[in-house]
C-alpha cells in the first residue's frame, strides 16, 4: 500500500516556459502533500508543503510565485514551475503519507526538469 | 535552522560485514527520524523509522537513537552489493504530518 505516482518522469522545457508536475496517491487520501527539490550531488529540500482545500505552506526562500501548487482533491497535487529558467532544472519529487507520518512517508519516482 | 549532519563518504564496506551509518541532527524538539535508501537518479525509498531512544531491528536493518547526544545512526548486517545506495537521514520535528529535514546522505559502497 501507500503508493505515490509522480508524472512526468522527465521533461525538457524551453527557457521562459512553465511546466506541470501531477502527485497523485493512487491507494489513499492524502490530505498533505510535500514537494522537494534535490539538486545533483545535494539532499532533499522542502519547497512546500500542499494543503488539499487550502493554501501552500512555502520554506523561506521559495517563491510561492514562481512555484504554484494546487491541491484540488485529496489525491492529487500539482506544482507548476512558472516562467522556467536554466537554473530551475533539477529533480523534483512529492511525497505523502496514509498515516500523518507516522511510519514514514512515501516518494513518487520524482521528475527531471532541464531547462535549456 | 534545523540542520542534519551526515558524513558524505563514500564509505566502502566489504560484502558480508556490518556498515555503520551515522547522522546528528541540531534540533532537540525532533521527535521523528527515518532512514532513506536513495539509488542514484532515483526518489528515496523508506527503510526504517524510530521515534524512541534505543535499537529498533527490522530484518538485517537496525536503527539506534539516542536523543540526549541528538545522534541516530543504521546498521546494516550482512551487507550485500546492492546495499550500495546513498543512504540519507531524514529529521521531523513534530509528531503531526510536517516535512521532513534531510541530511546529505552518505554514498555506501559494499565491496563484492
Known amino acids: 500500500g501507500a503508493v505515490v505516482s509522480q508524472h512526468p518522469s522527465r521533461v525538457i522545457c524551453k527557457s521562459g516556459t512553465s511546466v506541470k508536475i501531477e502527485c497523485r496517491s493512487l491507494d489513499f487520501q492524502a490530505t498533505t502533500m510535500f514537494w522537494y527539490r534535490q539538486f545533483p550531488k545535494q539532499s532533499l529540500m522542502l519547497m512546500a508543503t500542499s494543503n488539499e482545500g487550502s493554501k501552500a505552506t512555502y520554506e523561506q526562500g521559495v517563491e510561492k510565485d514562481k512555484f504554484l501548487i494546487n491541491h484540488a482533491s485529496l489525491t492529487l497535487s500539482t506544482l507548476t514551475v512558472t516562467s522556467a529558467h536554466p537554473e530551475d532544472s533539477s529533480f523534483y519529487i512529492c511525497?505523502?503519507?496514509?498515516?500523518?507520518?507516522?511510519?514514514?512517508?512515501?516518494f513518487g519516482s520524482g521528475t527531471r526538469l532541464t531547462v535549456v | 535552522q534545523k540542520e542534519v549532519e551526515q558524513n558524505s563518504g563514500p564509505l566502502s564496506v566489504p560484502e558480508g560485514a556490518i556498515a555503520s551509518l551515522n547522522c546528528t541532527y541540531s534540533d532537540r524538539g525532533s521527535q521523528s527520524f527515518f532512514w532513506y535508501r536513495q539509488y542514484s537518479g532515483k526518489s528515496p525509498e523508506l527503510i526504517m523509522f524510530i521515534y524512541s531512544n534505543g535499537d529498533k531491528e527490522d530484518g538485517r536493518f537496525t536503527a539506534q537513537l539516542n536523543k540526549a547526544s541528538q545522534y541516530v545512526s543504521l546498521l546494516i548486517r550482512d551487507s550485500q552489493p546492492s546495499d550500495s545506495a546513498t543512504y540519507l537521514c531524514?529529521?521531523?520535528?513534530?509528531?503531526?504530518?510536517?516535512?521532513?529535514?534531510f541530511g546529505k546522505g552518505t554514498h555506501l559502497i559494499i565491496q563484492p
Open positions: 531524514a529529521v521531523r520535528e513534530g509528531g503531526g504530518a510536517d516535512g521532513l529535514t
Open positions: 511525497s505523502a503519507t496514509p498515516d500523518r507520518g507516522q511510519r514514514g512517508y512515501t
